[in-house]
Every structure is written in C-alpha cells, then in structure tokens.
C-alpha cells in the first residue's frame, strides 16, 4: 500500500465513548481496556502519520432534528434520548490523545452509523485517488463495522482493524475478528496494518 493512496479513518473516538464521565464509557469501559483500543488507536494514528498516510477523523454528531422528522428508532433515538454526542458538547469532542492535526480532515455531517451516509467521505477519498481504507474506531459492530462495508462497496481495498476498535463486550469484539474482518480479506493488527504501508 502506498500511503499516498491509503487513508486511515478513525471512527468516534470522542470522550463519550472513551473518556471516564462520557455517556457511554460504561458500556465500552471493560472491553476497551481488555483490548487495549486507545493504546492501539494512537499507535496507528502516530505510525500513519509517521508514514504520510492520509487520516480521516469521524465524529458522530448528534442531530436532534434529522433524528425526529425520520422517525428514527432503536440506535439513533436512544443517542437522541441521551443527548449523545451532543453538538459543541465535551462529550462530542474527539479525545486529547487522537486530536487532528491541521491537515487531517475532520468529517462532517455523520449522523447515522457509516461513515459515508450523509457526508463527503466518498468524493474525499476520490479526490485524493485512495485505493486502500483502514477502519478503526466505536463501536467495532456498528459504526466502525458499517463505514468498512461501505467502503468495500465503494470498491476500495478496506481493513477493518479490530484491535484499534472498540466494543461493548469480549463477545462481540470476537464475532466481528472472526466472522467479518475476514471477509475483508484479512484481520491484521496495527502493526501489520502499518507494515503494509510503503
């Protein structure tokens, strides 16, 4: 993979996922600490930008509006119920450790579970003629899952990178590693992520 033409996009690592007080910590509390996903998360910020690779930082943001006139249910109307991920809120900020850096895109407009609903990520990664796409982020069975299926639609070379991903329990974590990552050709670690990168 040439990093030129590889993008990394890391899916909601903002404090209501991954910060103690954050809405949903308690659900992620356990299984991100088991996984080591924050550590993983940063190693594979801090090696593709060591690598020139292309990073792609994807906050939800809560839009109480979009979420009422569709009558959205399950998922989304309980981040609605919750006030999850809240415009301009702390909880909605993308934590310390994995802050952008100013030429990093900061996706706008995902207000559903892939990545490429509702936004630019699609005509972003054409512009910059990408081939490769890794997926990292929350939840490793939803959002994180959902925006590598789109990118593999999209025909791009996707790995989802299951330990830089961070889900509600050991179960979970585990079906997604065996089950789908595989359909994507490979379930690599960071490292061999990285590896693939030059």
Known sequence: MKPEKTAVILIE??????TEGGKLHD??????????????????????????AHIIHCPFVLDREWIKSHSCIGLL??????????????????????????????????????????TDLAQILKDWNIEYVGVAGFLTNVCAQATAWGAYDQGFQTRLIPSACGAASQAIQEYVEKEVCPIFGAVPTVEEFLAEIQ
């Open 77 to 118: 109307n309980n981040l609605l119920q919750g006030d999850v991920f809240a415009p301009d809120s702390w909880g909605g900020q993308i934590i310390d450790a994995l802050a952008p850096r100013q030429n990093e895109i900061v996706l706008k407009g995902k207000r559903a579970v892939n990545g490429f609903v509702h």
């Open 13 to 18: 690592f903002q404090n209501d996922f991954c």
């Open 27 to 52: 659900l992620v509390r356990e299984e991100i600490a088991r996984n080591k996903t924050l550590e993983n998360a940063k190693k594979l910020l801090d090696g593709a930008r060591e690598k020139r």
